[in-house]
């Protein structure tokens, strides 16, 4: 049986290969991608480097894009895979947005949301991390294990 295209791990894939364009372009490689009705609408990847903007967080970008995409400022309807658990600012973002469900793979054990407050998430918000959290954390380790070599 293949992987169905509607599935958990097709679009953490997808998440993945955002964080990978991060990774290649000197940014910490974190992607996201927002799904509405079992398809994309927003893709984004961490451009805080070349953007010169510390919100530029892969979550915030697709947060926006998915939001003037659908032409509201709530996302309840709508799932975040992202590969890196949210920080505390990305997390309040979440809230605002009025996400429904947010699905990470590595949890952040320095900056994530949970290490600061769980409650940062919407109470509505379904949460699942976990899945593919091995491949997502191995690439930040290897940007970060890169960037102390050079």
């Not at 992987?3 to 791990?9: A, G, K, Q, R, W």
């Not at 799904?35 to 070349?50: G, M, R």
Request: a neutral charge; charged letters at 20%.
């Amino acid at each position: 049986m293949g992987l169905s295209i509607h599935s958990d791990e097709h679009f953490m894939k997808e998440a993945l290969k955002q964080a990978k364009l991060a990774y290649e372009q000197g940014e910490i490689p974190v992607g996201a991608v927002v799904v509405a009705n079992k398809q994309i609408i927003a893709k984004a990847y961490n451009q805080t480097e070349v953007l010169n903007d510390p919100t530029a967080h892969a979550e915030m970008l697709a947060i926006t894009s998915a939001c003037n995409y659908l032409g509201t400022k709530y996302l309840n309807e709508c799932t975040l895979y992202v590969t890196l658990e949210p920080c505390g600012m990305c997390g309040g973002a979440l809230y605002w947005s009025q996400l429904g469900k947010l699905v990470y793979a590595a949890s952040d054990e320095k900056r994530g949301f949970s290490t600061l407050n769980k409650k940062i998430i919407h109470p509505k918000t379904k949460i699942s991390h976990g899945l593919m959290a091995d491949e997502a954390g191995a690439l930040v380790t290897q940007f970060f294990q890169r960037l102390r070599e050079s």
